[in-house]
């Protein structure tokens, strides 16, 4: 699913901190020893397209990210950075492995989730028109709502859909359809089946379907479907020529493929993800196609930079609401608003959003105050590490932003140094052994030895949408504590949170919440 997906991250940003892949192994068809390790697939082409006047900061940029492509495979990227006046672009490598046909500045990529924040624009533009409340009942607009919580069918707010506080099952995969109900089709027949993790407002964990809901209230208050809404309500008036959700938009223009890295008969490979993208009632999370110079207009109207003459399409205090932090992200240094990630690092307020969708990976970080915007596009999974080391290069170079490196965005945030050490919480460890699972995902943490031992197993409910490509998750591994209910899997924070009688409830888990049971 789209966003910070679930998927992508355990078997992406995981593999790739711990240096390994996880795959589908080293086994011919007859289930025998391969004789030899299979020779290194060739490396594709990477050309580099970068302006002759390109300043040295853009340029070491541009550097570091061609060295992480090379070491993670990514085929294709492209990379924009505003700073102060100054805006710049380059492409990097192919938009596909099919046709290897270069990236340039008109390759569209999908951005994933960071499309949740245009979705939250768009809302708080029908609020700033009085046309939807923040702190509404959802089903004030949607009197027939339907959830398999009775008491989160009356609690359930606008605000509560922005900050990923709803509390239910956020990464449901049905596809309902590729027409104008496909959301409808979504909220009223998929929804509903949904568990609740947790007690409404209770806690953050990132919620996918919430933005489909969010989604569905934005056709509710314009009378038309999503894909139009949007158009009118944040595209267009932005002059965002080359940003479209619709299909045919897409294929009449240059597009970038996904592509995913995996082991593959004993060979490193990587391969052209399919489908091209995500089930349409999932586009309010994850749908839209963009290219960097308009997420960078985008940018400026997030950071209150609109060119003058340009119509406002949200109030400024909307905007900060947006940015404010509304509820703490269990256990990291990271904060949800409504509905940007947000961090307050010596004295700079940050905000970001990253996404991640079928082989494509996006970063995006503004700091406001800095006038300061940097967006990268992958076409390749896992892009995490690659997307970090660009972003931290970059958070180095430019001026009076040194201090940020390697501290803002989702990914620091989970990230824990290599070299931290342990602070575990000694003869307490079995307090937190046991099974926590949801409808994807089963997680079963056990004694082993002196240790505490993990393992995942992934569990898609039959005719849920999925990759063509899904790699497998990791083998069991060893967890230490940085302190008392924080651990550390594979090089990544892993938060415990505790009920109202003091009792380990969830397991909080590359930003979502599985609860134990």
Not at 60 to 85: E, F, H, K
Not at 434 to 448: K, L
Not at 461 to 469: D, F, I, K, N, R
């Given at each position: 699913?789209?966003?910070?997906?679930?998927?992508?991250?355990?078997?992406?940003?995981a593999a790739g901190a711990a240096g390994t892949a996880a795959g589908c192994g080293g086994r011919t068809p007859t289930d025998?020893?391969?004789?030899?390790?299979?020779?290194?697939?060739?490396?594709?082409?990477?050309?580099?397209?970068?302006?002759?006047?390109?300043?040295?900061?853009?340029?070491?940029?541009?550097?570091?990210?061609?060295?992480?492509?090379?070491?993670?495979?990514?085929?294709?990227?492209?990379?924009?950075?505003?700073?102060?006046?100054?805006?710049?672009?380059?492409?990097?490598?192919?938009?596909?492995?099919?046709?290897?046909?270069?990236?340039?500045?008109?390759?569209?990529?999908?951005?994933?989730?960071?499309?949740?924040?245009?979705?939250?624009?768009?809302?708080?533009?029908?609020?700033?028109?009085?046309?939807?409340?923040?702190?509404?009942?959802?089903?004030?607009?949607?009197?027939?709502?339907?959830?398999?919580?009775?008491?989160?069918?009356?609690?359930?707010?606008?605000?509560?859909?922005?900050?990923?506080?709803?509390?239910?099952?956020?990464?449901?995969?049905?596809?309902?359809?590729?027409?104008?109900?496909?959301?409808?089709?979504?909220?009223?027949?998929?929804?509903?089946?949904?568990?609740?993790?947790?007690?409404?407002?209770?806690?953050?964990?990132?919620?996918?379907?919430?933005?489909?809901?969010?989604?569905?209230?934005?056709?509710?208050?314009?009378?038309?479907?999503?894909?139009?809404?949007?158009?009118?309500?944040?595209?267009?008036?932005?002059?965002?020529?080359?940003?479209?959700?619709?299909?045919?938009?897409?294929?009449?223009?240059?597009?970038?493929?996904?592509?995913?890295?995996?082991?593959?008969?004993?060979?490193?490979?990587?391969?052209?993800?399919?489908?091209?993208?995500?089930?349409?009632?999932?586009?309010?999370?994850?749908?839209?196609?963009?290219?960097?110079?308009?997420?960078?207009?985008?940018?400026?109207?997030?950071?209150?930079?609109?060119?003058?003459?340009?119509?406002?399409?949200?109030?400024?205090?909307?905007?900060?609401?947006?940015?404010?932090?509304?509820?703490p992200v269990p256990g990291l240094r990271l904060s949800m608003g409504r509905s940007w990630f947000t961090q307050d690092v010596?004295?700079?307020?940050?905000?970001?959003?990253?996404?991640?969708?079928?082989?494509?990976?996006?970063?995006?970080?503004?700091?406001?105050?800095?006038?300061?915007?940097?967006?990268?596009?992958?076409?390749?999974?896992?892009?995490?590490?690659?997307?970090?080391?660009?972003?931290?290069?970059?958070?180095?170079?430019?001026?009076?932003?040194?201090?940020?490196?390697?501290?803002?965005?989702?990914?620091?945030?989970?990230?824990?140094?290599?070299?931290?050490?342990?602070?575990?919480?000694?003869?307490?460890?079995?307090?937190?052994?046991?099974?926590?699972?949801?409808?994807?995902?089963?997680?079963?943490?056990?004694?082993?030895?002196?240790?505490?031992?993990?393992?995942?197993?992934?569990?898609?409910?039959?005719?849920?949408?999925?990759?063509?490509?899904?790699?497998?998750?990791?083998?069991?591994?060893?967890?230490?504590?940085?302190?008392?209910?924080?651990?550390?899997?594979?090089?990544?924070?892993?938060?415990?949170?505790?009920?109202?009688?003091?009792?380990?409830?969830?397991?909080?888990?590359?930003?979502?919440?599985?609860?134990?049971?």
């Open positions: 699913m789209p966003g910070i997906s679930r998927r992508g991250l355990l078997l992406g940003l025998t020893p391969l004789a030899a390790p299979a020779p290194p697939a060739p490396e594709p082409p990477l050309p580099v397209l970068l302006a002759r006047d390109a300043t040295p900061e853009f340029r070491a940029v541009a550097d570091a990210l061609v060295a992480a492509m090379r070491a993670a495979r990514i085929p294709g990227a492209a990379l924009g950075i505003l700073s102060g006046r100054r805006e710049q672009h380059a492409s990097f490598g192919v938009a596909s492995l099919s046709s290897l046909r270069p990236v340039n500045p008109n390759t569209i990529f999908q951005i994933g989730s960071l499309t949740k924040t245009f979705t939250a624009t768009a809302i708080w533009r029908l609020i700033d028109e009085g046309k939807l409340a923040l702190d509404a009942p959802v089903r004030r607009y949607l009197r027939g709502l339907r959830l398999r919580d009775e008491a989160t069918i009356t609690a359930v707010t606008v605000a509560n859909l922005l900050e990923h506080t709803a509390g239910w099952y956020g990464d449901e995969g049905f596809d309902t359809g590729d027409d104008a109900f496909a959301l409808t089709r979504y909220v009223d027949t998929r929804l509903p089946e949904l568990p609740q993790l947790f007690e409404c407002g209770e806690f953050f964990s990132y919620n996918n379907s919430a933005f489909s809901l969010l989604g569905r209230l934005i056709e509710l208050s314009t009378t038309t479907d999503y894909s139009d809404a949007m158009t009118k309500l944040v595209l267009a008036p932005l002059g965002l020529a080359n940003t479209v959700l619709d299909r045919d938009a897409v294929l009449k223009r240059p597009y970038a493929d996904g592509h995913t890295r995996m082991p593959v008969n004993g060979r490193d490979t990587v391969a052209v993800q399919a489908p091209l993208w995500v089930p349409r009632s999932a586009d309010p999370a994850g749908g839209i196609w963009s290219t960097t110079r308009d997420v960078l207009r985008y940018a400026r109207l997030q950071m209150g930079l609109e060119p003058p003459g340009r119509t406002r399409i949200v109030k400024p205090a909307s905007l900060r609401a947006m940015q404010d932090p509304a509820v010596d004295g700079l307020r940050v905000i970001s959003h990253n996404g991640d969708t079928m082989g494509q990976h996006t970063v995006f970080v503004a700091i406001p105050q800095r006038r300061f915007a940097f967006v990268l596009l992958l076409n390749g999974q896992p892009g995490a590490m690659a997307g970090s080391a660009a972003l931290n290069e970059a958070l180095a170079r430019y001026p009076g932003l040194g201090q940020l490196s390697g501290k803002v965005g989702p990914i620091s945030a989970l990230l824990v140094p290599p070299d931290t050490p342990n602070g575990g919480p000694g003869e307490q460890l079995r307090a937190y052994a046991g099974r926590y699972a949801d409808p994807g995902m089963t997680e079963t943490f056990r004694m082993a030895g002196p240790g505490l031992e993990r393992s995942v197993e992934l569990t898609p409910e039959p005719g849920s949408w999925l990759p063509a490509l899904v790699a497998q998750p990791p083998e069991p591994g060893p967890v230490t504590f940085l302190e008392r209910d924080i651990g550390i899997s594979g090089g990544m924070r892993l938060p415990f949170l505790r009920d109202r009688a003091g009792e380990i409830g969830w397991v909080a888990d590359r930003l979502r919440l599985r609860p134990r049971g």
